[in-house]
């Protein structure tokens, strides 16, 4: 069907209004489980150290009436570190942002810290529980990069396994 000649729609109006949701939806998964769960701690050190300590093997444990008895070997705890990493973001928002009306958020700088801190979580996560794991040597021109848990992963882990849960769980939250 044709359109009546002179008809004026939208094709050619101007000024008509956006149809913009009030709203931003992310569609990044910003889910940190480890870093969730993990227990949070203070570092007064850019070297934080810790001591680990496990159970013997349980044994059927009886012993003889009136046997004397040896001394139980005694084994030390195992003294285990990590260095602190710096992550950082920077944020410039002019003062004319912050005064206009911005669809689906009040405060671009408010909106954007805290997009910023879902990020760097993100990235302490990764750093946590990544691919690149290895805790790494530094000086004053690298950076210091830290490796949770495959340092922690070694022969003396599977055995102590539940001290170290204990542990993350007692500092990191």
Known sequence: MAQPSNTFDTYDA????????????????????????????????????WQTDGLRAAANNFQIEGDDYGGTAIIPTDRLNNRTQ?????????????????????DELAYQLAKVGKSLKRDME????GVEQAKLRFNHLSSQSKGYLLYLINEKFIENIFNYYNYICMHFT
């Open 126 to 129: 990764v750093g946590m529980v």
């Open 14 to 49: 101007v000024g008509i209004r956006e149809d913009l949701a009030d709203v931003i939806y992310n569609i990044s998964p910003t889910e940190t489980p480890f870093m969730t769960n993990a227990a949070k701690g203070t570092a007064t050190n850019s070297l934080h150290e």
């Open 86 to 106: 710096i992550s950082a973001e920077a944020i410039i928002i002019s003062g004319t942002d912050r005064s206009v009306d911005n669809a689906g958020r009040g």
